[in-house]
């Protein structure tokens, strides 16, 4: 049962933790919330210090919310983990009760990655009815908006028009003028977020949102935390299971990254996921009279877009509306289609429109990885994305110059979208607060089995993550899709889903190494 398909947008949320997971922070003048690699991974007590007591005591109020079913509430955590008496963040809770038959096993959180995607949002619009009837029957359907993200205190940076305008700015610049107007949008960028969230932005990292899952856990009354996540959500989930190992309980990863890497191994590795997807996309796309990238080869087709690109690039197309298609919006339009294989038709079809000098499809298919509502709002996925990027890692490069000397490898992994992605990479050289997290390996000695998911044509978490963040868990356990799109689990899949719901219901993981196809 195909049902991710429920809900056509939620594909572009899973995706997030790819294009943007690319720079991260250097940090300029906001403080600094700096809990060491070491620290972030060092075993907590079996019970919460005294400081968090209280926060491990709260009570939730449970309201009606959203469509029938769901309820709402809302839970305290410190703002700093490290002087929690210094304040509060409020987060956004909401639920499902399990709707039986079956004795209920708990609560099961998901999260649909990011960073930055509303897990409320997909547990009301999709995995709280779409999850299979049996999994959702005995178990509480359960999400948290991280810190920072949506409905959780969310980070806050700039105007519709002011990010209209920053995602027109060329990310493949030719000459200085076109290098410093690059540039200086990033930092307007990162100015717009210290003026408006300077208070947070020192506080949304990934450990930090670990630790709130954990009250989270202890507030629902769960001894263990069952929990489903896609994406960003796998670095998050096993962030929690580093954290917490002996309270790990029912886990699946699908979609992974490596947190071992740099930032910059990250991204290149990035790189070639997606043009490891557009091969697959090309390849299926000349088998089409309408391919608007010809019907030769993959390698002709590659070029023809190269050469569209160049052209949007020299001239923008019109879409009927305000905003030209320029060649970063027509880039990113092709990039979200690479998410899923069930896209590949609307972009021949937006493809071909726009080389005829109508751009509206790839904007529409733009419009919807940035999360651009017909208004001209955007939700704050772009400013959370950033925020809790530019905090976990070290940035991948420190200015223009990085930039340039590392473009033949970007361009060797990916000659479509090479460039492009080693650009978008400076983003968090100009960030206003301090990385306070480190690449490192995640053992999570003692947790119970984790099961991790990796698609072999995934664009953004490539395959080779999944396996070696499968290989660093004590615990984990490798689940292969043979396939193309981003994550696994409700694609289409009934290899796939048969192991994930047996091991959710029953406990069973798959064998270690299994395949599916």
Sequence with gaps: ?????????????????????????????????????????????????????????????????????????????????????????????????????????????????????????????????????????????????????????????????????????????????????????????????????????????TADAARDMDILRANLGDKKLNYVGASYGTFLGATYAGLFPSRVGRMVLDGAMDPSLSSLAMNRDQTAGFETAFKSFAKNCITHKDCPLGTKSAADASRRLESFFSRLDAKPVPTGQRRKLTESLGTIGVISAMYDEASWPELRTALTHAMAGDGAGLLALSDSYYERSSDGKYANLMAANAAVNCLDLPPAFSDPAAVKAALPSFEKASPVFGE???????????????????????????????????????????????????????????????????????????????????????????KNGEKCS
């Excluded at 700015?169 to 307007?188: H, I, R």
């Excluded at 963040?469 to 490798?478: D, I, R, W």
């Design 1 to 205: 049962m195909d049902f991710r398909r429920l809900l056509s947008a939620s594909t572009t949320v899973l995706a997030m933790a790819g294009l943007l997971v690319s720079g991260c922070s250097s940090g300029k003048s906001a403080s600094s919330a700096s809990a060491s690699a070491s620290q972030a991974s060092q075993v907590p007590k079996a019970a919460p210090s005294p400081a968090l007591a209280s926060y491990y005591g709260q009570k939730l109020k449970w309201q009606p919310c959203g469509a029938s079913g769901f309820e709402c509430s809302s839970m305290k955590a410190p703002l700093d983990y490290r002087k929690p008496a210094d304040g509060d963040i409020k987060l956004a809770v909401s639920r499902k009760k399990a709707t039986g038959p079956g004795k209920r096993i708990g609560s099961l959180l998901v999260n649909p990655g990011g960073p930055g995607g509303s897990a409320i949002q997909y547990l009301q619009a999709y995995a709280g009815i779409g999850y299979p009837a049996a999994v959702r029957a005995r178990y509480d359907m359960v999400a948290v908006d991280p810190r920072g993200v949506a409905h959780s205190q969310p980070v806050e940076c700039l105007s519709g028009k002011q990010m209209d305008a920053y995602t027109q700015v060329d990310q493949t610049p030719d000459d200085t003028a076109e290098t410093k107007k690059l540039t200086t949008s990033y930092e307007g960028f990162a100015q717009g977020c210290e003026k408006r969230s300077a208070k947070i932005l020192p506080h949304v990292s």
């Design 420 to 510: 492009g992605f080693a650009w978008a990479a400076l983003n968090c050289a100009y960030w206003p607060a301090h990385a306070t997290g480190t690449p490192h390996r995640i053992i999570a000695k003692g947790a119970a089995p984790i099961v991790v998911v990796g698609t072999t044509r995934d664009p953004a978490t490539p395959y080779k993550w999944a396996k070696s963040l499968a290989s660093q868990l004590a615990s984990g356990t490798l689940l292969t899709y043979d396939g193309d799109g981003h994550t696994a689990y409700g694609r289409g899949s009934d290899c796939i889903d048969t192991a994930i719901n047996t091991y959710l219901l029953e406990g069973t993981p798959p």
